[in-house]
């Protein structure tokens, strides 16, 4: 089993920066890719950005986020993080950070506040 725990959300103005962390625990040598979602409400889950944990490094990033947001890894111990800059109240949202690991499981995080706003 994996579990993770997101930090680093908050409050932040527009044009300003926030950065996520994701830690995993457990079974981390099984996790081959993590990833961060957002959330708002009444919405489905959008991947906001993607990476691969081990072997050649590759991200994904959504169209809307791309030249702002930058997610990056600690192979060692597998935690992820996601620096958010220029943000916009677009933004806003609650961040999950998603794991996937061993033959196809898949497993979330609890979620962040992230909120941008003057």
């Known amino acids: 089993q994996v579990q993770l725990v997101e930090s680093g959300g908050g409050l932040a103005q527009p044009g300003g920066s926030l950065r996520l962390s994701c830690a995993a625990s457990g079974s981390i040598g099984l996790i081959y890719l993590m990833a961060w979602y957002r959330q708002t409400p009444g919405n489905e889950r959008e991947q906001v950005a993607g990476?691969?944990?081990?072997?050649?490094?590759?991200?994904n990033y959504a169209d809307s986020v791309k030249g702002r947001f930058t997610i990056s890894r600690a192979s060692a111990d597998k935690t992820v993080h996601l620096q958010m800059d220029n943000l916009k109240p677009e933004d806003t949202a609650v961040y999950y950070c998603k794991a996937y690991y061993g033959v196809a499981d898949v497993t979330w995080g609890q979620g962040t506040q992230v909120t941008v706003s003057s």
């Open positions: 990476i691969t944990t081990s072997g050649r490094q590759v991200t």
